[in-house]
């Protein structure tokens, strides 16, 4: 398995492109805008997509996702139904923070413990309520490596101010199920740089065992 991300929307929002080595087929996570430079990005690669995957249904994160979805041929597996609110909302946030957004159908939506096939990669959902209710975080075993949205930074935890929002239900997401993965799992944040469990367990002033003790 290999990864890559493309910064997109004016909220440098971290696209995934996940592929897998053996077949060079892939998938794009949370394609929320900026098409033309996420196709330059996929072109560059060599990768053949497959699918779109979706953390949760805020504006940078799947504003265009059904537009691509519907230029290539491709499904869309996520987020979790409880983000229903905020896509069929993606037409009124665009405006608002001029993003371009339009409303999708997910093929499939996705519950806590299902899986997702990229090829011949095999990825576990967590769903991971907090910062949307129906958000999910991507999981590899395999690699020790996630895609874990806006629900965890480097340094930082997603914002639990908007609508439908829970601070206790993120921070019991985070600990109670991220943290059993391993503390050398690496991830890929919704926007920012990568970080590994273990060292946002140390560090991070919202959800490292010192500042939860």
């Known amino acids: 398995m290999k990864a890559g991300i493309v910064p997109v929307t004016p909220l440098q929002q971290n696209c995934s492109l996940i592929w897998c080595t053996s077949t060079n087929k892939g998938a794009l996570i949370d394609p929320g ?3 033309d430079k996420l196709m330059a990005a996929v072109a560059n690669s060599g990768v053949e997509l497959e699918k779109i995957l979706i953390t949760h249904g805020h504006i940078d994160h799947c504003g265009e996702a059904g537009v691509l979805a519907k230029e290539l041929g491709l499904p869309i597996e996520g987020p979790h139904e409880a983000d229903r609110f ?8 665009g405006c608002k923070y001029g993003i371009r957004g339009q409303v999708f159908e997910p093929d499939r939506w996705l519950s806590d413990g299902d899986t ?4 011949e990669l095999e990825l576990e959902v967590i769903h991971c309520p907090g910062h949307t209710p129906g958000h ?12 874990v949205g806006d629900v965890l930074f480097q340094g930082s935890i997603g914002r639990t101010d ?6 206790q239900d993120l921070i019991d997401a985070i600990t109670q ?5 391993g503390e050398d799992v ?3 944040p919704g926007h920012g740089p990568t970080s590994t469990f273990g060292q946002e367990r140390k560090t991070n ?9």
């Open 33 to 35: 805008g900026d098409l």
């Open 86 to 93: 905020w896509i069929s909302r993606l037409d009124e946030d």
């Open 116 to 119: 997702v096939t990229v090829s």
């Open 136 to 147: 999910v975080v991507f999981f590899h075993r395999p690699s020790k490596f996630a895609v």
């Open 162 to 167: 908007f609508p439908m929002g829970n601070h």
């Open 177 to 181: 199920k991220l943290w059993p993965l």
């Open 186 to 188: 690496t991830f890929i």
């Open 205 to 213: 002033a919202f959800v490292s065992d010192y500042a939860l003790s």
